[in-house]
């Protein structure tokens, strides 16, 4: 599997510090991408890092900040010329993960992404995504897009099984092995009807794939 850039968005309304950021931020092999309004930050795609600047044009930072950690589990970090501690105080409890007053330096910044970035994988490392999909195997919930999914016990070790690694077919063998017993011989039609619940409840035909003669594996999820 190739590695994905860390996706990172820049909220910063000051266009020379924000080309700034963006230009060093690629540099260091990120995917940085700009906005300079609430608006915009709250349209963009997906993302694992924010760098928020409370100062918008449109919007209060603090409260962009608060509904920004309700839609998503990025990882958070206040950018801002406000060095007080009720600001500090406000914005991390809004959901901000840290928070540096400028001017500061592009070292710090860096030091301080891949923080936040360490903090938030070991929180995730229950979480199995895929696409719109989120497979949450400590808690053994399932959410598609903002939906989640009620799935029986069997039905949720099907999908963690193709989940696990998405892009590889799994044989009904190795399902049923897994999710049944060490060593099954019984028939595989159990599976199949398994298989076609699971799609009715992902609300997509597509979503589990089958590879003839080989087994399985989970499709494309927008």
Not at 87 to 105: E, H, M, Q, S, T
Not at 117 to 137: A, F, P, Q, V, Y
Not at 159 to 187: F, K, M
Not at 200 to 210: E, H, M, N, V, Y
């Amino acid at each position: 599997m190739t590695d994905v850039p860390v996706r990172i968005l820049i909220v910063e309304d000051d266009p020379g510090i924000s080309a700034s950021l963006q230009r060093g931020l690629t540099r260091a092999g990120y995917d940085a991408y700009a906005v300079s309004t609430a608006a915009d930050a709250l349209a963009a795609e997906s993302y694992d890092v924010v760098l928020l600047d409370l100062g918008l044009p449109d919007a209060d930072g603090t409260e962009l900040c608060g509904t920004l950690r309700q839609r998503s589990d990025s990882a958070i970090l206040v950018i801002t010329a406000r060095g007080e501690e009720p600001d500090r105080v406000a914005a991390l409890d809004a959901g901000a993960d840290d928070y540096i007053v400028k001017p500061f330096g592009f070292a710090e910044l860096m030091a301080r992404i891949r923080a936040v970035l360490r903090r938030s994988r070991l929180t995730e490392t229950h979480l199995l995504r895929h696409g719109s999909l989120i497979i949450d195997t400590r808690t053994r919930r399932v959410t598609a897009g903002d939906t989640e999914v009620s799935l029986t016990p069997t039905e949720f070790d099907i999908l963690e099984c193709l989940a696990t690694d998405p892009g590889r077919v799994v044989s009904r063998q190795e399902i049923l092995e897994r999710v049944w017993n060490t060593h099954w011989y019984g028939p595989t039609r159990v599976l199949d009807v398994h298989i076609a619940a699971l799609r009715r409840k992902l609300g997509d035909p597509s979503a589990i794939q089958t590879v003839y003669a080989r087994g399985f594996r989970l499709g494309d999820l927008e």
